[in-house]
């Protein structure tokens, strides 16, 4: 089952502009991770942010975390055209000996339009 | 990259068959999952295996099964195939206690 429900579905921007996606979850976590995919080839870790943890910033991302309302989100700023793809979230549950399981949701998919 | 293969890139197999999927972790990474794409969904848990052990399955029937050896690959077994199988198959793998995992491109496998 999906336990992340990225919001929107599609996002279209042009270049340079800024895009936003966000992402609710549904149970505790430890963390919270966002992928890329490209195409449907194999996903890319891009950026994890732990339980306690508000942001984070990774060259041109920044990732906040609300507990409260179970809630993140991914800013990509000043967009490229490469930047297109579909974004995903993920949340890490604990399998036990610091084993995760990852749980994704749908993903949003992202077009820069140059 | 991510330093983790898969093989092969494309299958097609028909109903009723089975079929082995191979995935070649980054050496030093002693955790490997499997996750089942559908198209247009994001990835779904399999199962986990941890030292050649199964560490944890998702909602996934018998059929579906898998082994781990010791020098960092790994297979995912599907048994009986059904239309339903159709999708794309990732693994990822992980060393120690990191959260981070690290994903192959996967294999792309259609039922027919």
């Known amino acids: 089952s999906q336990q992340g429900e990225e919001d929107p579905q599609a996002l279209s921007i042009q270049e340079g502009e800024n895009a936003t996606m966000n992402c609710s979850y549904k149970?505790?976590?430890?963390?919270l991770q966002w992928y890329r995919q490209n195409s449907g080839r194999g996903l890319v870790h891009l950026i994890l942010i732990r339980s306690n943890e508000r942001e984070k910033h990774s060259g041109r991302l920044r990732v906040t975390l609300d507990t409260s309302k179970k809630s993140s989100s991914l800013l990509i700023t000043a967009s490229r055209a490469a930047d297109t793809a579909s974004y995903f979230c993920?949340?890490?549950?604990?399998?036990?000996?610091?084993?995760?399981?990852?749980?994704f949701g749908k993903g949003t998919k992202l077009s820069v339009i140059p | 990259e991510t330093g983790v293969t898969q093989s092969p890139t494309h299958l097609i197999k028909t109903r009723g068959q089975q079929v082995t999927l191979r995935c070649s972790s980054q050496s030093g990474h002693n955790t490997v999952s499997w996750y089942q794409q559908a198209l247009g969904q994001g990835p779904q848990f399999i199962f986990q295996?941890?030292?050649?052990?199964?560490?944890g399955r998702g909602n996934f029937p018998p059929r579906f099964s898998g082994l781990q050896f010791p020098n960092y690959s790994s297979e995912l077994n599907v048994n009986a195939l059904e239309l339903d199988d159709s999708a794309l198959y990732l693994c990822a793998s992980n060393g120690g206690a990191e959260e981070t995992q690290y994903f192959g491109p996967g294999t792309r496998l259609l039922v027919l």
């Open positions: 295996y941890y030292r050649e052990e199964e560490n």
């Open positions: 993920a949340t890490a549950g604990g399998l036990g000996a610091g084993s995760y399981q990852l749980t």
């Open positions: 149970t505790s976590i430890n963390n």
